[in-house]
């Protein structure tokens, strides 16, 4: 996975956003539950293109809390 924003896929996956973050997949996964919008299929969780994107333009450091 390239850290490129147009290279991004229009679902996410947590193991895309970790790998883009530079993050664990748990933390990816809290950072996922707790800051964005996402879908749960089952037991997995999907975020759009546009849900990250508008979670990075808006959080701030005090706000994107993964140790919840």
Same mark, same amino acid.
């Given at each position: ?18 790998? %883009? *973050?530079?993050?664990?997949?748990? +933390? ?6 707790? &800051? ?15 849900? %990250? *994107?508008?979670?990075?333009?808006? +959080? ?6 993964? &140790?919840?």
């Amino acid at each position: 996975m390239t850290n490129k924003i147009e290279n991004l896929c229009d679902i996410l996956t947590p193991q895309e956003i970790s790998e %883009f *973050l530079g993050i664990s997949y748990n +933390s990816a996964l809290k950072l996922i539950k707790y &800051n964005m919008v996402y879908l749960k299929l089952g037991s997995r969780y999907r975020v759009t293109k546009e849900n %990250f *994107l508008k979670f990075l333009q808006t +959080s701030t450091p005090s706000q994107a809390t993964i &140790n919840k």
